[in-house]
């Protein structure tokens, strides 16, 4: 019986091929009217077209009108570079002798000054740095959790959302340290991060029972990367402040519906925000 006719024979090629290799037998034979048929045994003809049928089903190209890549595959735009660029900006400044004391002096993270209203101290500490190899750590770990933060949530809302979380972090933590208490360093926002990208992910997959076990395993990646990355010496380091971003940033990723990245308008809200 004839199966699938063509113009020319190289055309049932590929179907011939599908039939060859489940052995069914088949033959290209001239058409009664021009072009050429694949036939087979009458016996073989369901099995054939059925084999035919799958081999096209899983091999289809998906439909010109399928959604686009989802947002977790987007640019994260410029949030990544900007930070850099800031911190940067902010350690040239302050290695410029008596006028980068007085901006650490300015922009240190106090517990006593916080206390006592210089709120401000809560972001500006984010800015300052140790030494150079504190400076090129959270550089490398901030930009790679930034952009991969920025292809789910869009890239001014990543950095946005990062801020907000340290900021609130260090908010508690002044509240519960001495009143000389001093931090310095983006750790706190990187953590941040690190948490928010946590958080998003555990909102994505607990709506899907199928992927509850991804979901544990992210949570205990983020944990354990907050343990090797956050923990430091336990002298210099600031600790609390690391877990307390981790743990906001994971709250406020988890509060936020797993959905595309924010529009151009939150965007730019965001980045102005930042």
């Known amino acids: 019986m004839p199966l699938l006719t063509a113009l020319r024979a190289r055309e049932l090629d590929e179907a011939a091929f599908v039939l060859r290799a489940v052995g069914i037998a088949h033959e290209r034979v001239p058409g009664d009217h021009g072009g050429w048929s694949l036939v087979v045994p009458n016996s073989a ?3 054939a077209a059925e084999e035919l049928r799958r081999y096209a089903a899983e091999n289809a190209e998906p439909p010109h009108d399928a959604p686009r890549l989802p947002a977790a595959m987007a640019p994260a735009g410029l949030a990544p570079w900007v930070a850099a660029a800031v911190l940067g900006g902010s350690w040239l400044v302050q290695t410029q002798g008596a006028r980068g004391e007085r901006w650490v002096e300015s922009a240190l993270l106090r ?7 210089e709120v401000w101290r809560l972001v500006t500490s ?13 550089l490398a770990f901030g930009m790679l959790f930034l952009n991969l933060l920025g292809r789910v949530l869009g890239g001014s809302v990543a950095l946005f959302a990062s801020l907000l979380a340290a900021t609130a972090a260090h908010a508690v933590e002044v509240l519960v340290v001495a009143p000389d208490h001093r931090s310095l360093g983006a750790s706190t926002a990187v953590f941040a ?7 998003q992910g555990a909102r ?4 899907q029972a199928s992927g509850r076990l991804r979901l544990v395993g992210g949570v205990a990646l983020g944990v354990a990367m907050l343990a090797w990355l956050g923990a ?5 380091t600031d600790v609390l402040a ?3 971003g981790f743990a906001f940033g994971a709250l406020i990723g988890g509060l936020r519906p797993a959905r595309a990245a924010a529009p151009a308008a939150t965007q730019r809200r965001a980045a102005l925000g930042s």
């Open 126 to 138: 984010l800015l300052l740095h140790a030494d150079e190899r504190h400076l090129i750590g959270n």
């Open 111 to 117: 517990a006593d000054a916080v206390r006592d209203g």
């Open 204 to 207: 994505g997959r607990a709506l």
């Open 193 to 199: 991060a690190l948490g928010l990208l946590v958080g």
């Open 45 to 47: 003809g369901l099995r």
């Open 232 to 236: 430091g010496d336990g002298v210099r």
């Open 242 to 244: 690391h877990v307390l």
